[in-house]
C-alpha cells in the first residue's frame, strides 16, 4: 500500500513537472503570437492566440505523460481521440471565456494563467481515470518482457538445390 502512494504521488509530480514545460510551451508560444504577431484584446485575435498555444502545449504534453507519466502502452490513436474530445469541450470553452473576459477587459495573462491551472488539474484527472485507465505502467511491464527471436522459416528448396546439396554432402 505504501510503495502505491508512493508511486501515484511520483505520477503525479511527474505530471505536473510535465504539465509545467507544457505551460512554458504555451505561455511562449502565446506571448509570441500576442507581442510579435499582435493577435491580441486590441485586435480581438486573443481567441486565437489561446487555441494554437493550447494545441501546442497538449501535443507536448500528451506525448511525454503517455511515455513518462503513465508508461501507457494502449493504442496511441485511440488514446490521442480521447485526449482530443476532452478538448473538443475544454478549447471551445476556454477559448469563448477568453474572448468573452477580455472583452471586458480582463488582462490576457490573467486569463490565459486561469485556463493553464484548469487545464492542469483536469486534464490530469481525466488522463489518469479515462485515458489511461487500465493500461497505467503496461509499457514498462511490456518493456520488461522476455523478446522472442525470431524463428527462421525453413526454406523451400527445389529439387535441383537438394541434388546440389546432397551431391556437396557425399562428397
Not at 509530480?13 to 503570437?33: D, E, N, W
Amino acid at each position: 500500500m505504501e510503495k502505491e502512494k508512493k508511486q501515484e504521488l511520483l505520477r503525479t509530480l511527474k505530471f505536473t513537472l510535465f504539465s509545467v514545460s507544457a505551460g512554458v510551451i504555451q505561455i511562449l508560444s502565446y506571448t509570441l503570437m500576442v507581442e510579435v504577431f499582435h493577435w491580441d484584446n486590441e485586435h480581438k485575435l486573443t481567441w486565437l492566440s489561446n487555441l494554437i498555444s493550447l494545441i501546442l502545449s497538449v501535443l507536448w504534453n500528451f506525448t511525454f505523460n503517455r511515455k513518462f507519466t503513465f508508461k501507457s502502452a494502449a493504442n496511441v490513436p485511440i488514446a490521442m481521440l480521447k485526449v482530443a474530445a476532452f478538448y473538443a469541450v475544454f478549447s471551445p470553452v476556454s477559448a469563448l471565456c477568453t474572448k468573452f473576459l477580455s472583452g471586458k477587459g480582463w488582462n490576457e495573462y490573467l486569463i490565459e494563467a486561469i485556463f493553464m491551472v484548469l487545464n492542469l488539474v483536469l486534464e490530469y484527472f481525466y488522463q489518469r481515470f479515462f485515458v489511461f485507465k487500465g493500461s497505467i505502467d503496461t509499457a514498462e511491464k511490456h518493456h520488461d518482457e522476455p523478446q522472442e527471436e525470431p524463428k527462421e522459416e525453413p526454406s523451400e528448396q527445389t529439387d535441383a538445390e537438394k541434388t546440389v546439396e546432397t551431391d556437396l554432402e557425399e562428397k
